[in-house]
């Protein structure tokens, strides 16, 4: 059970527009910075978004994120045959114990 | 650049320690604000951050796992290490190690190829 809840699976057509949805609590995403990952089969993570919505160098701007509240959201527009991954958002939680926590991953198809 | 490569038993006994290493390569580990940071996904599954550690010693594990982590680094090796101390069938998962930018975030920029660890006698 992920700390972080996101969808298992979403799915769209090459070309079109799709979000992740990733929601928390105040002790996480309601009080820190929101990281996203792309993990294509069989490879390591890939930083996508830091600091909710910053792009590290190289990650076209299709690529954006946002957050309110307690929840933060990925978003790819111009969806390629290419972005079939697995997604997942992470952040720090400042409980007791801080320390990271991911989201149990989304899984994109695209059709 | 910063490159990653985690180095280990592919195979550990039940009630066993496993013991990984992570060696940076292209970059001291001495040099800069990191935290270098080990992260393990079983199969199928997603992501579950294990800890990690700054190169002045301090640490930081996940409170599910504590009791059986320890991360140590050695500068003059350029190389840090993992132990998980009991381990069980749960264990079994690829790891990996990655380079943290900040104590209080979740964005690792740098990540290792991972290596898959199974525990079974």
């Known amino acids: 059970q992920s700390v972080l809840t996101q969808p298992p699976s979403v799915s769209a057509a090459p070309g079109q527009k799709v979000t992740i949805s990733c929601s928390g609590s105040s002790s996480n995403i309601g009080n820190n910075y929101v990281s996203w990952y792309q993990q294509l089969p069989g490879t390591a993570p890939k930083l996508l978004i830091y600091?909710?919505?910053k792009r590290p160098s190289g990650i076209p701007d299709r690529f954006s994120g946002s957050k309110s509240g307690t929840s933060a959201t990925l978003g790819i527009t111009g969806l390629q045959t290419g972005d079939e991954a697995d997604y997942y958002c992470g952040t720090w939680d400042s409980s007791l114990s801080a320390h990271v926590v991911f989201g149990g991953g989304t899984k994109l198809t695209v059709l | 650049q910063v490159q990653l490569q985690e180095s280990g038993p592919g195979l550990v006994k039940p009630s066993q320690t496993l013991s990984l290493t992570c060696t940076v390569s292209g970059g001291s580990i001495s040099s800069g604000s990191y935290y270098w940071s080990w992260i393990r996904q079983p199969a199928g599954k997603g992501l579950e951050w294990i800890g990690r550690?700054?190169?002045?010693?301090?640490?930081n594990y996940n409170p599910s796992l504590k009791s059986r982590v320890t991360i140590s680094v050695d500068t003059s090796k350029n190389q840090f290490s993992l132990k998980l101390s009991s381990v069980t069938a749960a264990d079994t998962a690829v790891y990996y190690c990655?380079?943290?930018?900040?104590?209080?975030?979740?964005?690792?920029?740098?990540w290792g190829k991972g290596t898959t660890v199974t525990v079974s006698s």
């Open positions: 990655a380079r943290a930018v900040r104590w209080d975030t979740a964005d690792m920029d740098v």
């Open positions: 600091d909710n919505n």
């Open positions: 550690i700054y190169t002045s010693g301090s640490t």
